[in-house]
């Protein structure tokens, strides 16, 4: 949280001495903010991503002021994996949507096909460093995006720690200390990746979404924080999950009537956060940090409008750490303009 919005805040309590010092008794002795919070999700998937868009969000984000979560993929880059996608139904539609050459660049599409693929956090780690340099919280998204995103729902125990500990390793050699936080590559976990996060001592993640509907409105009101129960004991670890969608997921399709464009779609976002309550919202360092920066930006610029707090996952978290929160089993399902089963917030 930045000073001038603590010290505006306080500011704006009726009656209140404005010293200095009450000033910051206030800060201590008063509820964390009544401001509704928008936590920034930020993906890091590919190799290009984490050297190009994550330097440029985070210019992005400090010239706005905001905090965000920045989750890195940590191991190889097999992005090129998804040219084989090509001679699967429905990828032409998805192509013509959002462009993935355009956003992805041909060199990410053929990383571990035509191209060795890059091993991103040997490679990048500078720019990892960067990010957290500049005050960002900084968290695990993964190992390999393309390897975990496909195999890890049928995944056993086995297969799920050890590539978990090769995430929470790398992390800790890039880093010098434990992550603090994950989001899970695609929204694809299972039981064991669940349970793992616990015995990494991880206070919270996001690793789901929760449920919307076609016009990309929640679906249940009461969405948003919860811990999962799995294998019959719940789990320590909160879940944060994504309560809005992101922006591959809105452009191209026709919504409220209207064919959503670069031009539109950060109006639908903010029609969808003009009532205020807490959000996150995932973006991606290959899409919001490069092409679709001026979408963000007007993301950015609204949502402060709107009176909303831009925060980390962390900040997030300590303001709702000591609510009760309601105990889920994991769930399953699709969301309108993403292909496939993610994990989703039971209703
Ligand atoms: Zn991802």
């Known amino acids: 949280m930045l000073v001038s919005q603590l010290i ?27 401001l509704p919070k928008l936590t920034l999700k930020i993906d890091a ?13 985070i ?4 010239r706005h002021g905001a905090g965000a979560t920045f989750l890195f993929s940590l191991g190889p880059d097999h992005t090129g994996w998804a040219l084989k996608q090509i001679f699967r ?25 035509l191209l060795p693929a890059p091993d991103i956090g040997k490679t990048c780690a500078d ?7 500049a005050g960002f919280e900084c968290g695990i998204h993964t190992w390999d995006h393309r390897v975990w995103q496909d195999n890890v729902r049928t995944a056993d125990a086995q297969w799920t720690t050890e590539t978990m500990q090769q995430a929470y390793g790398r992390y800790h ?19 064991h990746a669940f349970v793992q996060l616990d015995q990494f001592g991880i206070a919270y993640s996001s690793d789901g979404r929760s449920q919307l509907r076609e016009d990309g409105s929640l679906a249940d009101q009461d969405a948003g924080p919860h811990r999962l129960s799995v294998f019959g004991k719940p789990l320590s670890c909160v879940q944060l999950p994504t309560t809005l969608p992101t922006l591959d997921e809105i ?54 409008a709107q009176g909303y707090e831009l925060v980390s996952m962390g900040d997030y978290y300590q303001s709702i750490q000591n609510d009760v929160l309601p105990i889920l089993p994991i769930s399953w399902g699709e969301l309108p303009g993403r292909s496939g089963d993610m994990i989703l917030q039971a209703m």
């Open 8 to 34: 505006g805040r306080a500011g704006r309590c009726p009656g209140l001495p404005t010293t200095g010092r009450t000033t910051a008794l206030t800060l201590i002795f008063t509820r964390p903010s009544e």
């Open 45 to 57: 998937d590919t190799y290009r991503g984490t050297r190009v868009g994550v330097p440029n969000l």
């Open 59 to 62: 210019s992005q984000l400090r």
């Open 89 to 113: 139904p429905g990828f032409f539609s998805k192509v013509s949507r959002t462009s993935v050459v355009e956003h992805y660049g041909i060199k990410t599409l053929m990383y571990g096909t």
């Open 127 to 133: 720019f990892m460093r960067q990010a957290h340099a």
């Open 173 to 191: 050699d890039i880093f010098g200390h434990a992550p603090r936080t994950h989001g899970a590559a695609g929204w694809q976990m299972n039981d």
């Open 251 to 304: 452009l191209g399709r026709t919504i409220r009537g209207k064919l959503i464009d670069a031009g539109n779609a950060a109006e639908l976002l903010l029609e969808l956060t003009k009532t205020p309550r807490d959000h996150v919202f995932t973006l991606h360092a290959e899409l919001e940090g490069q092409k679709l920066a001026p979408i963000f930006e007007r993301l950015l610029a609204g949502w402060r």
